[in-house]
């Protein structure tokens, strides 16, 4: 069934396991997640970006997420909104059935300038005053995750989390953190430990001088019961991009978030961890595979077949990783 975000993240806290949070734009992702799911046993949060909105269309996008959950009754499903701008993007999220909702103050509406503590707290204290009111969960963020060129911490140039403002006033800083919650009453916050979106975010394996892991702990000190969060916390398989590049594709050397520091953030707190580019590198990386070995082909069951199936991998792998497989 669609059960409530607060209900899973409070048993995996409870418990003491993370649960992957996937981006989803389309029917294949969502049968390779729910797929994965059934077969290790693992609740699913599936999440809608702004950018999946504009490529399904939310009605479709709302619809993919529903058939999941009509042919998987057995499995508690949370249904997500990532990253919206404005209370009035949730709002309306809330409206067509969304059981988690998330405010991404960090940033103005712009999605690229940062934005003051004042107006971050005001947004997000507005989303849980009416989203609590009908019992949808609201995840907030504090900091600024990867570098600001490019909005919503996207980065494409290949380095990490640096920028005009330096590392350390990207962070989350555990007193704002602390404060943050007590002026917003938000479930969940999602923490700037500097990891970034995308497939960039580090140009070499990430030592605990960039991956911040240790903030992790200082936060969840001060806010033990408020579930952290971790965006762009893709690990980018070398065997994906290995796959791609063989096949036609020219994807430059770079590093993700190793699933160990993901698992020492889950020791420390961490309770949802969102993936959305490990999923496109093995569909990309299985699709470019097929359509080379299959010159003939044209029919895209064949490759997407294959892409389903890399992608359901990766899911399986990483809710065993993160133990929610299992929990179900
Ligand atoms: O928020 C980050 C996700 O990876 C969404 O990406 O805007 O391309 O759908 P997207
Ligand atoms: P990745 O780009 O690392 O998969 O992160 C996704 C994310 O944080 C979505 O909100
Ligand atoms: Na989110
Ligand atoms: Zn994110």
Redesign the pocket.
Known sequence: PLVSMRQLLDHAAENGYGIPAF?V?NLEQVQAIMEAAKEVDSPVIMQG????RN?AGEPFLRHLIQAAVEQYPEIPIVMHQ??GASPAVCQRSIRSGFTSVMMDGSLEADGKTPASYEYNARVTGEVVKFAHAVGVTVEGELGCLGSLEGG?G?KEDGHGAEGELSMDQLLTDPEEAAQFVKDTHVDALAVAIGTS??AYKFTSKPTGEVLRIDRIKEIHERIPDTHLVM?GSSSVPQEWLDIINEHGGEIPETYGVPVEEIQNGIKSGVRKV?V??DIRLAMTGAARKHLAENKANFDPRKFMIEARKAAKQICMDRYQQFGSAGQA
């Open positions: 981006n734009n970006s702004a950018g999946a490529y990532d990253h919503a996207e979106h995308g965006h969102n959305d580019t």
